[in-house]
């Protein structure tokens, strides 16, 4: 999985990287070897991650990208987060089949300050000189039309519908509407607004790192590095980790259900999760896959809860959480019936109250439609209902 480079001193940074671009291993140039640029370089790189906040949580799958972003502050470098403020407003169209929805600025004002928080735990937010957070409103919100229509000369179309996402839905006479080729462009612009040394993103940000490059030479700048990190699969080891597809472990959730989701990944997954979330040496994870997954949950809780509560969690886990059989309930069921079947209301009324009250969580996730139907069994298998922070339950076939 791990990418590159001549030097065993840079191990932290090759550990789960995909790739590295442009990658010349034999070159002297700064240019092309970003292990020459390392060690001739007299100050610190400024190593750049975009994020758009779209959404009001970050899960294990986001964290990848910054865990490497701490590597470089570690190292002495200086991390630029970017939050994506104004292209949010655009929506970012890798990966999508569809029109992403354009968000209101108090929505993205809001997501914002939620990632902040969350990145609390995995950057280091106190060492002078080793973060920079901006915004790309600084730049793009001031663009005329002048600087857009420079921007968008720097492509074709032809470039445009080379991007995945572009190309399949074309393909499919999807509409691609104007306003999404502005996206990486102004990504891109970002890095020359910031003078990017390296940027960092997944295996899916590689066009839009790569349009960075293009437009830091058109402004007359060295051309940043691009280092990608892989896609994490879900807890369902099938699917890459998706909030939608239910198969995440969220930065937010509390230490019990972040603990119990870990340790239920498929065998599969192991290796790339300690690989990717952990700095734990490779060659001293167990050879037991009980005792595997428990280390591998442990580290990971610890880190954004302390050592004291994943112990907890480890030790509530061996406990067991009580469980309950979804085969003595009929489909479709109402979520407030479910809570007072498991007990863990005294009865569907309460249950309504609860959730009206935000206390109701499903896989960590709080519930906060009272309405809320299950269609089948395998929409709630597996998954603990919550009610309150200290009443679990574990619902099973």
Same mark, same amino acid.
């Given at each position: 999985?791990?990418?590159?480079l001549?030097?065993?001193k ?23 070897n ?19 906040p ?6 294990l799958?986001?964290?990848i ?22 292209t949010?407003?655009i929506?970012?169209p ?15 004002k ?5 990632? %902040?928080?969350? %990145? ?6 106190e060492?002078?000189?080793r973060?920079?957070?901006?915004y ?7 663009l ?10 720097t ?39 910031i ?14 790192i ?11 700048q ?6 990608l990190?892989?896609i ?12 939608? %597809?239910g ?8 230490? %019990?259900s ?22 734990l ?20 809780v ?8 994943a112990e907890k969690?480890a ?9 309950y ?22 009865s569907?009324g ?10 109701v ?13 299950f269609?089948?069994l395998?929409t ?11 009443k679990?339950?574990?619902l099973?076939?």
């Amino acid at each position: 999985m791990s990418a590159s480079l001549p030097s065993q001193k840079y191990q932290w940074l090759t550990r789960g990287t995909s790739e590295i671009f442009p990658d010349q291993p034999n070159s002297k140039n700064p240019d092309e070897n970003l292990t020459v640029r390392l060690e001739q370089t007299d100050r610190p790189l400024r190593i750049k991650l975009g994020i758009d906040p779209t959404a009001p949580d970050i899960h294990l799958g986001h964290s990848i990208a910054f865990r490497k972003l701490r590597s470089f502050q570690n190292a002495g470098h200086t991390a630029v987060v970017i939050i994506g403020d104004f292209t949010a407003q655009i929506g970012d169209p890798t990966g999508r089949s569809e029109v992403r929805l354009q968000l209101t600025p108090e929505q993205v004002k809001e997501n914002a300050t939620n990632y %902040l928080k969350q %990145l609390r735990p995995i950057l280091d937010f106190e060492t002078p000189g080793r973060l920079e957070i901006r915004y790309n409103s600084e730049w793009l919100a001031d663009l005329d039309l002048a600087k857009i229509q420079e921007l968008l000369a720097t492509m074709t179309v032809g470039q445009m519908l080379a991007k995945e996402g572009f190309a399949e839905r074309y393909s499919q006479e999807n509409p691609i509407y104007l306003h999404e080729f502005l996206y990486p462009l102004m990504q891109g612009y970002d890095s020359a607004a910031i003078e990017a040394d390296v940027e960092l993103g997944g295996t899916d940000q590689k066009f839009n790192i790569t349009v960075g490059r293009d437009l830091q030479k058109h402004f007359g700048q060295k051309p940043q590095f691009g280092l990608l990190m892989p896609i994490l699969l879900g807890i369902n080891g099938k699917q890459k980790m998706s909030k939608s %597809l239910g198969n995440y472990v969220g930065l937010r959730e509390d230490a %019990l259900s972040m603990y119990q989701k870990l340790q239920n990944i498929p065998d599969t997954v192991v290796k790339d999760y300690f690989e990717l979330l952990t700095d734990l040496p490779l060659d001293r994870v167990p050879e037991d896959p009980r005792e595997r997954q428990k280390m591998l949950a442990i580290e990971i809780v610890s880190q954004y809860h302390g050592k004291e509560e994943a112990e907890k969690a480890a030790a509530g886990k061996e406990e067991a959480i009580a469980k309950y059989s979804l085969s003595q309930v009929n489909f479709p069921v109402p979520l407030f019936y479910l809570l007072g079947a498991t007990g863990l209301c005294k009865s569907s009324g309460e249950g309504r109250r609860q959730i009206q009250g935000g206390a109701v969580r499903l896989d960590g996730d709080r519930v906060t439609d009272v309405n809320l139907n299950f269609d089948s069994l395998d929409t709630l298998k597996g998954k603990i209902l919550q009610v309150g922070k200290k009443k679990f339950i574990r619902l099973v076939q």
